[in-house]
């Protein structure tokens, strides 16, 4: 497989020595200017559905047709199932948040830009992620949270809904959270599970607040996307 480079370790709450993880996320749709431009330039618009392994987690994700793939690690997900077998083999950062030491093993990257109006517009980020001290999903949602939450100059992060959503048979912590700036709002969602023993796998989607539909339609297509195995 081929080796990409892992940028700043971007993944999902990832990008260690950033003032806030996010900020970087946020570029990834809808937003206006040279930065965002430059994520479209490199995006891959799929002509076929794609499907993605790793048999370390035991997870594969599918990239619907017509959607925007901007980034796949090809060390930690591979398009054949069996190329990822062990930790040893993945490209993984180490860093540390909230005084917790941390593993992280990013692993996609893409978003659906069909529409011509900023309201629909969705980004997904995949990642897996081991935490010190984070033993249970409570123990990890709360350094979850911590490391979104941080202080900001530029943006105010505030939890507007959580709840326990069950996908393909496993539950997952849903947090939907507000982000105020000077110049927009947007939301950001969260959704995470254990997977592995000590890990923990992380689906974050940035939209719109005009659009009111995000979060179903996101279930919807996690729904039929992720596979556990």
Known sequence: MKKLPVV???????????????????GMLGRSGSENASREENAKKLDREIRYYNDFLGISYAVPKGW?????????????????TDDVSMDIAYGQDNGKNYANLWLLSFGNLETSTHDNHLGFELDARAVEGAGDMASF??????YMLEPDDNATYSLSHSEQVSINGRSFELRDYRVDRAEDDYQIMTLSCQVQEGYFFNIMIDYWPENTKAQQAVISSIGKSLEFY
């Open 141 to 146: 949602m709360d350094y979850l949270e911590a």
């Open 8 to 26: 700043l370790a971007v993944c999902v709450l990832m990008f260690p020595g950033c003032k806030k993880a996010l900020d970087e996320v946020r």
């Open 68 to 84: 925007w793939l901007y980034e796949v690690n090809g060390e930690n997900f591979s398009e054949t199932r069996g190329d990822i």
